[in-house]
Nanobody
Framework: QVQLVESGGGLVHTGGSLRLSCAAS????????MEWFRQAPGKEREFVAV????????YYADSVKGRFTISRDNAKNTVDLQMNSLKPEDTAVYYC????????????????????WGKGALVTVSL
C-alpha cells in the first residue's frame, strides 16, 4: 500500500511558475518510480513526467520538456514538479502516481499502469 498526497497547486499568470509536491507513505519510497499526470477539463488524463527509483533518470512529455522538472528526495519520501513558463494549456488537475512495477530504467507512461494515485492538485494558468 502507498498513500500519496499532493500539495502546491494554485492560480498563476501565463509565464509564471509553480512547484507541486507529493508526499508518499507506505511502501519503501526508493523501490518504485514516481510520475506526474494531468487531466484538463473534458480531456483524458495524460502523462507529464517520470523519475526513476534512484532519481538518476527522468523522462518528460514533449509538451512540458524544457519547462518542467521532476525531482525526488528519497530521504523525505517526496517527489516535486517544478513548473516554469506556464501556459494556459497547462491548466489541469495534476496527479502524482506510483509505478510499483517499475525497475530503475523501466517504467510505464500509461495511466492504466499506475498502481496508486494521489487525489490531485488543481493548477490554473490565466492569461
Amino acid at each position: 500500500q502507498v498513500q500519496l498526497v499532493e500539495s502546491g497547486g494554485g492560480l498563476v499568470h501565463t509565464g509564471g511558475s509553480l512547484r507541486l509536491s507529493c508526499a508518499a507513505s507506505g511502501r519503501t519510497f526508493s523501490t518504485y518510480a514516481m510520475e506526474w499526470f494531468r487531466q484538463a477539463p473534458g480531456k483524458e488524463r495524460e502523462f507529464v513526467a517520470v523519475i526513476s527509483r534512484s532519481g538518476r533518470s527522468t523522462y518528460y512529455a514533449d509538451s512540458v520538456k524544457g519547462r518542467f522538472t521532476i525531482s525526488r528526495d528519497n530521504a523525505k519520501n517526496t517527489v516535486d514538479l517544478q513548473m516554469n513558463s506556464l501556459k494556459p494549456e497547462d491548466t489541469a488537475v495534476y496527479y502524482c502516481a506510483a509505478d510499483l512495477q517499475s525497475y530503475e530504467n523501466i517504467y510505464s507512461t500509461r495511466s492504466g499502469s499506475m498502481d496508486y494515485w494521489g487525489k490531485g492538485a488543481l493548477v490554473t494558468v490565466s492569461l
